[in-house]
């Protein structure tokens, strides 16, 4: 079943629908692939969901380098974020071992990397000027946190004219406690934040369609990114 498809079932015909667009396009040399904060120290549980810490999706790194191999076999554009936070004990700070990039998922001398010290990969860095030069129109982004980092750069991308897909299963969220004082399941919290974006900000799709989408158009897809 395609988007628009699954939009009429849960919501019947709706004026909404016209603003989902043609089937998906196949990723050309105007496409970069955004790989969000891809570090060691997304892993601690502890210090990002307290003594029941856990997180969502093990399969989030193998899905990742799934997309990025194929993604450098195309010799496409890859930029990078590395998170270098202020938060005193954070594991992703720079000058820690957690704060290295995870194992096989490295940038190399042609991609871009930025280093930020806050939840979007736009603010402060100059990702933003380094993909225009690069004459980046289409963003494939997926890392961590979903619902942290993920959700700020993508509503910013959309903002910013990029036409931006997020691959739902290639990212992974942690748990979180509410104001409520609940603890918040992660795999609740990872899907709220993609069904936050879908449909306004980018479109969601998964490492499947991506891998698909690196090969030919996806008749099956359709684009519903709305804030534009």
């Given amino acids: ?27 050309q040399d105007e496409t970069s692939l955004l790989l969000v904060d891809v570090q060691k120290g997304v892993n601690d549980t502890f210090y990002y969901g307290g003594p029941k810490g856990r ?19 195309s010799n496409r554009k890859i930029a990078f974020t590395k998170h270098n936070s202020r938060e005193k004990g954070s594991p992703l700070n720079l000058s820690l071992e957690s704060g ?3 194992e096989g998922i490295k940038p190399q001398e042609r991609d871009i990397v930025v280093v930020k010290d806050v939840n979007s990969g736009f603010i402060g860095t100059s990702l933003e000027l380094d ?3 690069a004459g980046i129109q ?13 959700e700020t750069t993508v509503r910013m ?42 449909g306004e900000f980018c479109t969601a799709i998964s490492v499947n369609d991506a891998l698909h989408l690196c090969e030919q158009d996806a008749e099956y897809l359709d684009r519903v990114q709305g804030n534009e």
């Fill in 1 to 27: 079943m395609c988007i628009r498809d699954s939009y009429k079932e849960a919501y019947g015909e709706s004026p909404a629908l016209d603003a989902v667009n043609a089937s998906l396009q196949k990723f």
């Fill in 100 to 102: 290295g990039q995870i």
């Fill in 157 to 198: 991308s959309g903002n910013m004219g990029f036409d931006t897909y997020l691959v739902h299963d290639a990212c992974a969220a942690m748990n979180s406690i509410g104001h409520d004082g609940k603890d918040y399941d992660p795999e609740l919290v990872h899907n709220m934040a993609i069904g936050n974006l879908h």
């Fill in 55 to 73: 997180r969502n999706n093990p399969l989030a790194e193998s899905n990742i380098l799934k997309v990025l191999d194929r993604w450098r076999e």
């Fill in 131 to 133: 993909l225009r030069r």
């Fill in 138 to 150: 289409r963003l494939l982004v997926l890392g961590f946190f979903t619902n942290v980092c993920i």
